[in-house]
């Protein structure tokens, strides 16, 4: 009786190392032949594997330095991906077998490059038949997705037009559902991405943001350092450009964007953003008007431009703090070298731009409020609104205060052969509502001890045209403040709209033609409108 406990339990070892045995070979031999049936399926989806692992206890498969080159192209330069390590965890085969339901706990991407060439296209077999795979999903849910030192490129054929690096990207409870529509949710993703870079073929600029960061839970993202780039300098951006081009330097140090949802975005198409802090950029534009203006396109008003973007915009306020903003121009007519204009320390603010209301009312507007020193001398101050209704008119309305005149020269001479010798402005204010069409409004000036000077026509330096200086200032009086009457020191606007250029020369030429009805008009009087051109 005591030796049969005994031999009980040998035989029960014997049974337990038997079974051991056998699901170890078992597990071997369907681990090798499941490695060899998915190195075969690899290669014929042209990827190449220096070493493949599947464990059937983690339900995982681990592939190291994995390259992928397609040989079926019809070029060369096609796309490929280059990756150290992918690591697929926790596959949830029974769940899928029986539900179509294809559960992965962790999927792990890291150290590799995936450049994606937009003129390469693969052969196509006219005389095989398209066959539909037997393998069907109805849900995929990732549940973690970690992505790190990926550098994503985008090219055509040998040059390089975009580039990013993405060091960290976490994406948590990732569910893609495929039926009866393509849809899907994703629980919490945290991004970090660098040296992002952007410069088409036959471009004249580049693109770069140096970092972008990125967490769900904040719905906050701040990037570093946006940078516009000209590739040539000033002569050889125009006569590249061969056409009036406007040529950009901007830097950007920061952007910031806060309660960013995402979520609507995707659902909607609806970019919904709280608030977009931009501060001390530096903004520098450069145009030769030397050569020809062509635009065979109508540039639309602010508002509906935006409104041609292929999502709406929903933003409560962009602030904007200390910028610095020069343009610079080689006008046709003026000396033989650029005048630039300044606005210094600029702070603005805008608030309300809401593109995705159905029916705007007549009230809904946007409102741009700036406030800046003009040539690092005046104050200028000035409200923008722009109405969502489209049957309502933009207005402008602000001021400049305190500016002596003489600061305008370096831009005022070599533009249009004329300069202010003296003259202080106190206040110079304008009103005016435009549409697609016109500008209407008026300006009150306020000046004192003004002296102009006429420069000589075919001169290549500031020579004065002492002729035209002296009847110039004959026609043109010295004081208009406050010792004049209102209506003499108003000036009307009423021109055209020029469609084809940017609201800014709009802008800018309604209050010219304000300032010169002040000039040569004695007080208010009807005249006849002019093109804005």
Known sequence: MSSSPKRLFKILGIVVVTIIVVISIGSFWLTNRIEERLNTVLRQAGLQVKKANISLLRRSVDLQVIKY???????????????????IEGVHVLRFVRKHDLIIERIVLEEGVIAYNKNFKFKRDSTSCEKKSDITIDRLQIKNLIIKNIQGVMLDDTVQENAATIHDLQVHNLIVYFKPDTSYTIGEVRANLADLSSSAKGSLH?????????????????????????KYNKSDFARIARIQ????????PKIILEGVELEQFFSDSTLRIKRITIPRPVIHAYRDKRYPFVRDWIMPLPIEGIRRLPFALNIDSILIYQADIAYEEFSEKGLPQPGTITFNKLDASFAGLNTALKKPARKDFCTLVADCNVMNNGTLHATFKLPLNSQVNYQAFGNVRNMDLKSLNPSLGNLTRFEISDGMLNELYFNFSYNDDVSTGEVLINYKDLKLQALKKESKSHETNKILTAAINAIVKSDKDKSV???????????ERDKKRFVF????????????STFLNSGKKKKTRKGSS
Do not use: C, M
């Open 245 to 252: 081009k406007t040529r950009l330097e901007i830097e950007l």
């Open 505 to 516: 020369q709009l802008w800018w030429k309604s209050i010219l033609d304000g300032l010169q």
């Open 485 to 495: 009457d209102k209506s003499k020191r108003t000036g009307i606007i009423d021109i």
């Open 69 to 87: 080159i397609p040989a079926d192209s019809t070029q060369a330069l096609p796309h490929k991906l280059s990756l150290q390590f992918l690591s």
């Open 206 to 230: 580049t693109f770069s943001i140096s970092s972008v960061s990125y967490n769900s839970n904040d719905k906050q993202i701040e990037a570093e350092t946006f940078r516009i780039t000209p």
